[in-house]
T-cell receptor, first 113, second 111 residues
Framework: NAGVTQTPKFQVLKTGQSMTLQCAQDMNHEYMSWYRQDPGMGLRLIHYSVGAGITDQGEVPNGYNVSRSTTEDFPLRLLSAAPSQTSVYFC????????????FGEGSWLTVV | EDQVTQSPEALRLQEGESSSLNCSYTVSGLRGLFWYRQDPGKGPEFLFTLYSAGEEKEKERLKATLTKKESFLHITAPKPEDSATYLCAVQATDSWGKLQFGAGTQVVVTP
């Protein structure tokens, strides 16, 4: 049982480039989300999805797009990378909409130069 | 707006020296308060969920408690392997599973 799998682990981008961070879970979880973690600020919610075909914005959505075509996958797209998007990104999933344990992936380290 | 504040920011303990971490929160309606452990270069690892004031949960040397305004994570007789950053997060009743995190407490336990 792989849990929540993120790829790539590390990525360096040039300003203005686009890329997609992949996230997959094999637990049949309805709820998936993306967070970013910056020093001294804790994890902040970027986007989330309560099921296939349904997505919504979190606290810091600007510069990011998401889609949810299947229950298993929830990719995060950076449309035009900026140095301010240098961060560690975590994908998370849980069963049901609230009160249940939320499981995190191992993280994707992104540097924008 | 939901807010979570953790203190202290960092804590250095001798092996066996018990201590407590604090998580103060404000939330419109609490669905759950979560504690996670995060090791360097890793994702958050789930420890506990607390749902109502007065609730307590234990796991090995860790014990989490909850009041209406704060939660404590007590570390009893810590070992070096307890060194990690401990994260607290709240989930509001209308949040659709979203977590509001504190900045974390970095704990270092020396032999």
């Amino acid at each position: 049982n792989a849990g929540v799998t993120q790829t790539p682990k590390f990525q360096v981008l040039k300003t203005g480039q686009s890329m997609t961070l992949q996230c997959a879970q094999d637990m049949n979880h309805e709820y998936m989300s993306w967070y970013r973690q910056d020093p001294g600020m804790g994890l902040r919610l970027i986007h989330y999805s309560v099921g296939a075909g349904i997505t919504d914005q979190g606290e810091v959505p600007n510069g990011y797009n998401v889609s949810r075509s299947t229950t298993e996958d929830f990719p995060l797209r950076l449309l035009s990378a900026a140095p301010s998007q240098t961060s560690v990104y975590f994908c998370a999933s849980s069963y049901g909409k609230s009160g249940n344990t939320i499981y995190f992936g191992e993280g994707s380290w992104l540097t924008v130069v | 707006e939901d807010q979570v504040t953790q203190s202290p920011e960092a804590l250095r303990l001798q092996e066996g020296e018990s201590s407590s971490l604090n998580c103060s929160y404000t939330v419109s309606g609490l669905r759950g308060l979560f504690w996670y452990r995060q090791d360097p270069g890793k994702g958050p690892e789930f420890l506990f969920t607390l749902y109502s004031a007065g609730e307590e949960k234990e796991k090995e040397r860790l014990k989490a408690t909850l009041t209406k305004k704060e939660s404590f994570l007590h570390i009893t007789a810590p070992k070096p392997e307890d060194s990690a950053t401990y994260l607290c997060a709240v989930q509001a009743t209308d949040s659709w599973g979203k977590l509001q995190f504190g900045a974390g407490t970095q704990v270092v336990v020396t032999p």
